[in-house]
């Protein structure tokens, strides 16, 4: 019994990961000419549920990391509009207008659902109570960065799916939380555990 217990925690702890994110080192601040998003997850419920975030375009998508309980990852791209979009049982949505030269926090998250989780992803705005938080909890995350090769696997394999959720968003069923280019912060390297 006594060997039972950390065994157990070791096989929670492992949980959280999803197998198709590597560690990483925290990328630098984006320059002048890009903008950052950082996908962060504390939340316990549905640990085990990993859910893809995709950059969305009308030419497709581009799967650019999984939601893991600890962890985060970070995503540069030019400034502008842009659309991110997770699902499970269910799909989420966010609309985010970056500026250049900032940083934005979107937190994922997730709810009960009737057979799986229900995802959700929520804009962190500056100065937010949400804000404050997010400071608390980004010592303690694990910075993760997709694999390629799991990223061209599951994207080839669920085609079907992103078109189907993509869909859903332009005839209007799912509404999209918003990020503003006020949202972002000036920022130096995120800390890496």
């Not at 985010?96 to 940083?103: F, I, R, V």
């Amino acid at each position: 019994m006594r060997n039972f217990m950390p065994a157990l925690l070791l096989g929670l702890a492992a949980c959280s990961l999803s197998g198709r994110m590597d560690d990483a080192r925290p990328a630098p601040p984006p320059g002048p000419d890009e903008a950052k998003v950082v996908f962060y997850r504390t939340s316990v419920l549905g640990a085990s549920a990993h859910f893809p975030v995709f950059e969305v375009t009308d030419e497709g998508g581009r799967l650019i990391g999984f939601t893991e309980t600890d962890c985060y990852f970070e995503y540069t791209c030019p400034p502008g509009v842009h659309l991110f979009l997770t699902w499970e049982e269910g799909d989420a949505f966010v609309e985010a207008d970056l500026e250049p030269g900032k940083t934005y926090f979107i937190q994922a998250y997730s709810r009960f659902g009737v057979l799986a989780p229900r995802p959700g992803l929520a804009p962190v705005a500056k100065g937010s109570e949400q804000w404050k938080d997010l400071e608390e909890a980004l010592p303690s995350l694990r910075c993760r960065a997709l694999d390629p090769l799991e990223a061209a696997e599951f994207k080839a394999r669920h085609a079907a799916r992103l078109e189907q959720s993509h869909r859903a968003y332009v005839e209007g069923r799912r509404a999209p939380r918003v990020i503003r280019p006020s949202d972002g912060a000036d920022e130096s390297v995120l800390p890496a555990k």
